[in-house]
């Protein structure tokens, strides 16, 4: 029976609860070892389907994100390129707005927002945690005591809740909605690295380093932090779609960047008004939001069972 | 039994004491002066200090947030500087309807969840497993404000079989607050599921290897006998941890469930006080919000002791 509990008693995140990824073959099942690492990681992750499909997602909501400008029919802003709430057509893919906006092009400049936020709230709350959790292993006693208990206060925290409260602290505008859905995400890289030091701290290289009268900062960022990188990183993978559903979440709140920047999380909310006579303006958004979301859940699947070892089977 | 549990209560204590810390700071960091805001446009000198003083503002921040602690922990969270209202009535009339929300979500959550997973479980690799994973992944990736708004649009206005908004106590008037907490609790609920699906299936698979199911089949048992009588109890259990983790989640989930449903619940309270920087109020439903979650985490470890032994010694 697994024990959905780490071994302070306390009860482990969502994601470290196996969950059995669909329709992937177990990891074990790979063929003789030959290749380089990286070319037998790939056969590995090619192997799931899942992760395949994951990936190509990922890279079309990039290309959309990088090549906004050229792929957008129309002017995001540019309101009455057609007759305002028309059904998708030929000249406009993806309908019009209430504004006559062209869909197809706000929705492609959409991706601009959710991947900004979403890939730099995780590396910001990545940088933050990771540092938080290297000290409190590293050095442990009362500096891990005090931190990790602060960890501890700001994981009781709803994600959306905790981003919401942030919001109210650090004001409107793109760069603090970064900070704000950052914050929800700190405490678990601060946990997972934490726990990763306490392992490697213990090993002989590290001891011999010490001896040797290696400085404490240079033993943590040259020595323990490449070791624990790799599952962090996985876990930053992991993270990015959360990322890009609390920034959706606080813009439908109306708590995102302004009008009227084309933001999907808004979209959805605007159209919510004309559910009725145009249900396109807030369907379609949210099948951009969603199909980003379940292609990043199946990449980071598919990352963590072909790169993490302790995931491995 | 009772080291753990008392362990456990001590865990707890500290969490919220860190979370009012957390609380007290978030709300001593947003810009502005709540004096000048309580006090409005014309004010003399002396009256700012006198309100000043009155809120304890003159003090060090440690007495401030001893004081501010006290009048938490007896249950006075200020008044709205917005209509002056009790903010602890206000919250208390906003967290039912979230509560009943989480609630229907929670059940509408396990029955979609126990005949998916079981039958996942039970037919591993088949196409009803990968169909009813497929389809867990699905309601779970779905944002659950647009999972709302496509399930208005299906429910009520294409099928016309349920209230798009509204909200009524199901203990004033049981049928008709059913009937508009249909759509929400099947938008929240579906998330919920599935999480709860794969978890029962991913449980249930790693029970039905053990060796005395094994034993069992060896018997003669049939193949439904032995899921029903011997599994699923067991597999059941990780379910209970399920919602404790995800109780967060449930009341981030409802929060945006109610702006779609317009519920006057905890989430509205919250962004339209946030909106009019009405912050007594934010500080109040967030306060409660997460010490909602911190003890209902509490209750299902407990919970989850008692149903499983093996925890207890640890």
Do not use: C
Not at chain 2, 113 to 121: H, K, Q, T, V, W
Not at chain 2, 179 to 195: D, E, K, Q
Not at chain 2, 294 to 308: A, H, I, K, P, R
């Amino acid at each position: 029976m697994a024990r959905p509990f780490d071994a302070d008693g306390r009860p482990l995140e969502p994601e470290v609860l196996a969950l059995p990824a669909v329709a992937s073959p177990p990891a074990a099942a790979v063929g003789p070892a030959s290749g380089t690492g990286i070319t037998r990681w790939w056969r590995r992750f090619a192997r799931n389907k899942g992760a395949v499909f994951g990936l190509a997602v990922f890279v079309a909501v990039v290309v959309m994100a990088v090549f906004a400008g050229a792929l957008a029919p129309y002017d995001p802003l540019a309101q009455g390129v057609g007759a305002p709430l028309q059904t998708p057509s030929l000249a406009h893919w993806a309908g019009t707005d209430s504004f006559g906006r062209d869909m197809l092009s706000r929705i492609i400049y959409g991706a601009r927002i959710a991947l900004a936020v979403g890939i730099l709230a995780v590396l910001l709350a990545l940088v933050v945690g990771v540092t938080l959790g290297l000290v409190a292993g590293y050095y442990g006693g009362v500096v891990d005591a005090v931190i990790m208990r602060v960890m501890d206060g700001l994981f009781a925290f709803p994600i959306i809740i905790l981003a919401i409260a942030m919001m109210a602290v650090v004001g409107f505008g793109v760069k603090n909605l970064i900070i704000a859905v950052a914050v929800g995400f700190i405490a678990p890289f601060a946990r997972v690295t934490r726990g990763d030091v306490l392992a490697v701290k213990e090993e002989p290289y590290i001891e011999a380093a010490r001896l040797v009268g290696v400085g404490s900062l240079a033993i943590i960022f040259r020595h323990v932090l490449p070791n624990v990188l790799a599952p962090i990183i996985v876990q930053g993978a992991l993270r990015v779609s959360g990322a890009i559903i609390t920034e959706a979440g606080l813009s439908f709140l109306g708590l995102g960047p302004p009008p009227p920047t084309p933001v999907w999380g808004s979209m959805i909310a605007e159209g919510r008004n004309f559910i009725v006579m145009a249900p396109h303006v807030s369907t379609l958004p949210g099948v951009a939001l969603m199909v980003t979301i379940v292609g990043l859940n199946l990449l980071g699947d598919g990352l963590r069972d072909t790169l993490d070892p302790r995931m491995r089977q | 039994m009772l080291r753990f549990i008392l362990s456990r209560i001590g865990q707890t204590i500290a969490v919220l004491f860190t979370v009012s810390v957390i609380i007290f700071a978030l709300m001593r960091m947003i810009p502005g002066d709540p004096v000048l805001m309580m006090l409005g446009e014309d004010f003399t000198q002396d009256a700012y200090q006198r309100l000043r003083a009155q809120l304890g503002f003159d003090r060090s921040i440690v007495t401030q947030y001893l004081l501010w602690l006290g009048n938490i922990l007896t249950g006075d969270f200020g008044d709205s500087y917005l209509n002056h209202e009790r903010v602890s009535r206000l919250v208390f009339d906003a967290f039912l309807p979230t509560l009943s929300l989480v609630v229907a979500s929670v059940i509408v959550g396990i029955l979609i969840a126990l005949p998916s997973g079981l039958i996942a479980a039970m037919r591993k690799d088949s196409a009803w497993d990968y169909g009813s994973m497929g389809f867990a992944i699905v309601v779970y990736s779905m944002p659950s404000f647009w999972k709302g708004i496509i399930l208005i649009w299906i429910g009520s206005v294409y099928l016309g079989w349920f209230p798009a908004m509204g909200y009524v106590h199901p203990w004033t008037d049981f049928w008709p607050a059913m009937w508009r907490l249909a759509l929400p609790a099947l938008t929240l609920g579906t998330f919920f599921s599935g999480l709860v699906a794969r978890i029962i299936r991913s449980s249930l698979l790693e029970v039905l290897d053990q060796d005395y199911i094994k034993a069992a089949r060896a018997k003669g048992v049939r193949q439904a006998a032995l899921v029903y009588k011997h599994a699923l109890s067991n597999a059941l259990i990780p379910v209970v941890t399920v919602i404790g983790l995800q109780f967060g989640a449930l009341l981030g989930g409802a929060v945006l469930t109610e702006t779609v449903f317009n519920i006057p619940g905890m989430g509205r309270l919250t962004v339209s006080a946030i909106l009019n920087r009405d912050y007594a109020v934010v500080q109040g439903t967030i306060l409660v919000g997460v010490f909602a979650v911190v003890g209902v985490n509490l209750l299902v470890d407990l919970t989850y002791s008692f149903l499983n032994p093996k925890i207890r010694v640890t």
